[in-house]
Structures are given as structure tokens and as C-alpha cells.
């Protein structure tokens, strides 16, 4: 066992050894209640009449759940022997005080380089539910993620009747050809990579498509029982719904927080959101498809097919043939809105949400797409993303190290947090050029101030949906609304009382969402789009949340296998 690299490890240890292409996986639940040992390997998987080798965790795709219970300490030893350089996000986790544990390369840490190891540690504080993980650096999430199972402390019951039994479901996508050669391909002509060639439920496209009799997903069910589903949304780029034939759901948490239940016959999820819902097996015995498709409400090129993966009830002959849901159409704005309107924090005395009342900050940033020059592209331009008129640029150190050690020259600290510019956000289509910069340009956040921060989405080249995810804090989607925000109505608006608290949120198709959080916890976070393909145009920032002043609220010293650049 690794020694304890910061003071406070006084919690039971869960032990998680990670390799990519040779991996060792223990997990200890509390003290010595279970270990298990997985491998690792790049390997040639079978999807859609396609073999190909792809970089897997534990030889397995999706990769190995991890399990730990609220209060653990978790070691997880990632030993790289891909062709890449690698590293690991623990989406969710809210990692205090220890970026160095986060994952994002060049944020919090530099890559794992092939052929070397690091240990991420970590206590778990304060959580349970359904988080993930997944490769941060180039588009290597397309097959390295798994799912997180906090479970809750000992005696502690669930906020809804206890299931029967429980099913993880991990949505993802899938290219014929190697991921990172199909992005490299579409920066070098300036335009967007080609669509993926399927959608995947556990790692499978379902009967749907061709020669995948063997790649389908099937999940049994007892009739009269309940069941936990933990629903994991690891796509690159798509936000997706989600339905099961003749099948509603409750939903009762998001983002691994407890949600007030509501019923449901489909769901909406985007890349990075987590949904747990409970499903009652109360219908005819028989099979039922489940079944995933994109919600796609304007004219952008996606993978619009179907994946699907079976409900079967015990004891039911295989050769019955399933029924398929009804989903939403792929382009229904209408549920997409109401969907999320329903959901609401559960707000109860042992479960409160403490939303900031008092704003001492207050942000907006404007998302942006456009063009850039680029004289070896196909039209002499690339597509590029900003916040803020401002196209993120990745350092070459991790900024968390440059934060700690004061180096100089890696990043600033004066991100607007306003945009230069003011228009018509999602007025008539823009093509107007209004970036400003490149630069790896920061905002600095005093610790413990409780920020607000509007995301608006603009009509610059085209209006898109786009989900933020925010490293090291939870949040409170406290409104959301179509067209400009107006800040001299909008605000009054607010769900201060019980707004859904989440890490991940989906800023509507040509409209505007405003979070709220505490800045308590010190160090570099990252703050991006989670469409692969945005964050790689630029659709990215970090919160610099300065130290402080108790000897607690200070970042952690680096360890002493810190992966170097």
C-alpha cells in the first residue's frame, strides 16, 4: 500500500490499481471487505463486422466499475502501456483540496507517459451515487471510461424505497476506424472529424445494426420487483434520450445528488451527466428493447442511429421478439425543456440544498463558434470555439503545478468576466468574426465567495445545445431560458429553493443557463463544453480558486510520483 501523501487519510481505504493495456484493479469496500484484480490489454473488439484494437481498461470496454463507499480513501495506480499518454478524470468527484487527483492533462497534472504510472488518491467526502471516469487527453474517452458506484455510509438508507436489485447502463459511442487518426484527419482539413459509426448501450449497438447478433446488451428482470438503473452518458458528442419499451421510470438522482421523484417514460441525458432511476418490472413477462438516439434540435450533422439493448424478463424464451419504445423525435425541443424544468433537488433536512443567496461574483460568458484562419485547410479556415471572444490555449505544464509553484509565464489570470463584445446573442445568424485572442487566460476566484455565472449560447456560425461540466464542485442550476438572458428579469425568476444541483449542465439550443456555487475548494479547476469536439476547438477556461486561510483550505502538496512533462 502507497503511504499517505497529505495528512487527513484517517478514513477505510478502497484501493483501486488501474493499467491501461496492463492494469491491476483492488478495491477494498471498508477495511478488507472485498479486493478484486483486473487486467488490462489493447485488444482487437468485435463491433458492427469491425475488429479493431482499441486501448481498453482491464482488457474490457466499457472498463471496470469502481465501488467505494462515502468516506473511503481510494487509491487508483494507473500504469500506462498504451501508445498514448494518458490520463484519468474521476468525473465529479470533488477532489478537495487535491486537484493532483483530478485527471485533466494539463490542468492538474501532466500525462501519464507509456510506459510509467500514477497513483491517483483520494477521499470520497460528502458524495454518493453515479459518477464516472474516463480518459482526459485527446478523444481516448471514446474507450476508456467506466462508471463509480459511491455507496452510501453504513445504515444510511436511500431517500426512496429500497430496489431489488440494481444494473448499471453506460451509454458511448463507437468509429470503425481509430479515433484519434479520425480527429487528426478532420484538423488537418479544418473541418469537424466524421461522425461516429454507432451508438453503444455497455459497449454494445444492440440487434438494430448488422452482424451484431453477439453485441447486444441484455439486462434480466423479475416480475413484481424494483430496480436501481445507475445511467451514465459517456458519449463524445451527443446528447441522448433514453427510453424503455412499455416501461416508465423515476427518476430520483443526477450527478450522483438525490433528486425529488418524478415519472418519466424518457429521459435526456448529455455527454458527462449521470441519472439514476428506479424501473419496476410490472409489466406482461416478455422482452422489451431499451433504446438510445440523439437529441439533435438543429441542422448539425450527428449519428442519429438507434443502439439498443433488451429488458428480459426471467424465464422468457429468447426467440420472443422485444418491443420497441417510443423516444422522443430526435429534434423535440419541447421535451427536452420540460424534461429539465422537472428536475429538482430533493431539499430535505438530511439531504438540504444550499444554494447561495448572496452572489459576491458575478460572471457571464458567451459561447462562440467560428472560423480561423488556416492556410493548408480545405476552405483556408478552421473551426475554432471561445468563451468570451477568448479561444483557450493548452499549456505545455499542468497548471495546477505553475499555480502552486508560482512559475511564471503559463497562464494569466485575466479572464473577462464579461465579453468584450455585446449583440444579439440568438438573433439572426451571425457570421461575423468576433474573436478577440488566444491564451491560456485564467479567472482568479477568492475562496469561499459564491459565484454566479450565466453561460449564454450565441447564433456565431450556427446555435447549438452544449453541456459544461465544472472539475472540483458541484453546482445550482438556479434558471435556464430560450433566447438572451435579461438580467434585469430574468434573475427574479431564480429557483432559489430547491434548483437542481448538478457538475454537468446542459445549456439549451440558442438560450442561456445560470449556475451558482461556493468557491471552498483551493486550487486550479477546469471549466469546458463536454463535446470532444468543442473542447478541442477551444470551448474551455479554468477557475484559479485562491487559497484559504485555515490550515486546511490550502492545496495539498503535489506527490512524489506526480507524472512530469
Request: charged fraction near 15%.
Amino acid at each position: 500500500m502507497s503511504t499517505n501523501r497529505a495528512s487527513g487519510f484517517k478514513k477505510p481505504i478502497s484501493f483501486l490499481y488501474i493499467s491501461v493495456f496492463v492494469l491491476l484493479l483492488s478495491v477494498q469496500i471498508e477495511a478488507a471487505t472485498k479486493k478484486y484484480q483486473f487486467i488490462v490489454e489493447v485488444k482487437n473488439v468485435s463491433r458492427l463486422c469491425h475488429a479493431k484494437p482499441i486501448v481498453t481498461v482491464n482488457g474490457r470496454f466499457p472498463g471496470p466499475t469502481v465501488y467505494a463507499r462515502e468516506g473511503d480513501r481510494v487509491l487508483i495506480n494507473v500504469t500506462n502501456h498504451a501508445q498514448y499518454n494518458i490520463s484519468i478524470h474521476w468525473h465529479g468527484l470533488k477532489q478537495y483540496a487535491n486537484g493532483w487527483a483530478d485527471g485533466p492533462a494539463y490542468i492538474t497534472q501532466c500525462p501519464i507517459k507509456t510506459g510509467s504510472n500514477y497513483v491517483y488518491d483520494f477521499n470520497v467526502t460528502g458524495q454518493r451515487g453515479t459518477l464516472w471516469w474516463h480518459a482526459h487527453i485527446l478523444w481516448l474517452r471514446a474507450t476508456v471510461y467506466g462508471a463509480i458506484v459511491i455507496l452510501p455510509k453504513q445504515a444510511t438508507p436511500f431517500p426512496f424505497p429500497r430496489p431489488d436489485g440494481e444494473h448499471i447502463i453506460v451509454f458511448g459511442e463507437w468509429w470503425h476506424a481509430d479515433v484519434e487518426e479520425v480527429v487528426k484527419q478532420g484538423n488537418a482539413l479544418g473541418l469537424p472529424p466524421n461522425m461516429s459509426d454507432a451508438h453503444t448501450i455497455n459497449g454494445k449497438p444492440g440487434p438494430l445494426f448488422p452482424c451484431s447478433e453477439k453485441h447486444t446488451f441484455v439486462m434480466e428482470v423479475e416480475q413484481g420487483k424494483r430496480y436501481l438503473l445507475r445511467i451514465v452518458n459517456a458519449a463524445l458528442n451527443d446528447e441522448l434520450f433514453f427510453a424503455i419499451a412499455g416501461h416508465n421510470m423515476t427518476v430520483v438522482e443526477i450527478d450522483a445528488v438525490y433528486t425529488k421523484p418524478f415519472t418519466t417514460n424518457a429521459l435526456l441525458i448529455a455527454p458527462g451527466q449521470t441519472t439514476n432511476v428506479i424501473v419496476s418490472a410490472n409489466r406482461t413477462p416478455g422482452r422489451y428493447f431499451m433504446a438510445v438516439r440523439p437529441f439533435q434540435d438543429v441542422p448539425i450533422p450527428v449519428d442519429n442511429k438507434t443502439a439498443t439493448a433488451i429488458l428480459q424478463y426471467k424465464n422468457i424464451p429468447t426467440t420472443v421478439v422485444p418491443l420497441l419504445p417510443r423516444l422522443p423525435s430526435p429534434n423535440d425541443t419541447e421535451f427536452a425543456l420540460s424534461y429539465n424544468e422537472k428536475l429538482r433537488s430533493l431539499n430535505t433536512p438530511n439531504f438540504p440544498a444550499n444554494v447561495p443567496v448572496k452572489v459576491d461574483r458575478s460572471l457571464f460568458f458567451t459561447v462562440g463558434l467560428g472560423k480561423s484562419a488556416c492556410a493548408t485547410c480545405v476552405n483556408g479556415t478552421r473551426l475554432s470555439a471561445s468563451l468570451n471572444n477568448i479561444t483557450f490555449v493548452m499549456p505545455e505544464t499542468g497548471l495546477l503545478q505553475a499555480h502552486y509553484f508560482n512559475k511564471k509565464g503559463v497562464f494569466t489570470v485575466d479572464f473577462p468576466d464579461k465579453p468584450p463584445t455585446f449583440f444579439n446573442y440568438t438573433g439572426a445568424p451571425l457570421t461575423a468574426n468576433l474573436f478577440t485572442s488566444k491564451g491560456t487566460r485564467l479567472s482568479k476566484i477568492t475562496f469561499n465567495s459564491t459565484v454566479e455565472l450565466v453561460i449564454q449560447d450565441t447564433n456565431l456560425l450556427s446555435v447549438e445545445s452544449h453541456p459544461f461540466h465544472l472539475h472540483g464542485f458541484n453546482f445550482f442550476v438556479v434558471g435556464t431560458g430560450v433566447g438572451n438572458f435579461n438580467p434585469a428579469t430574468d434573475p427574479a425568476k431564480y429557483n432559489l429553493v430547491d434548483p437542481p444541483e448538478r457538475n454537468t449542465v446542459g445549456v439549451p439550443t440558442g438560450g442561456w443557463a445560470a449556475i451558482r456555487f461556493r468557491a471552498d475548494n483551493p486550487g486550479v479547476w477546469f471549466f469546458h463544453c463536454h463535446l470532444e469536439l468543442h473542447t478541442g476547438w477551444g470551448l474551455k477556461t479554468a477557475f484559479v480558486v485562491e487559497d484559504g486561510p485555515g490550515k486546511d483550505q490550502a492545496v495539498r502538496p503535489p506527490p512524489k510520483d506526480l507524472p512530469a512533462c
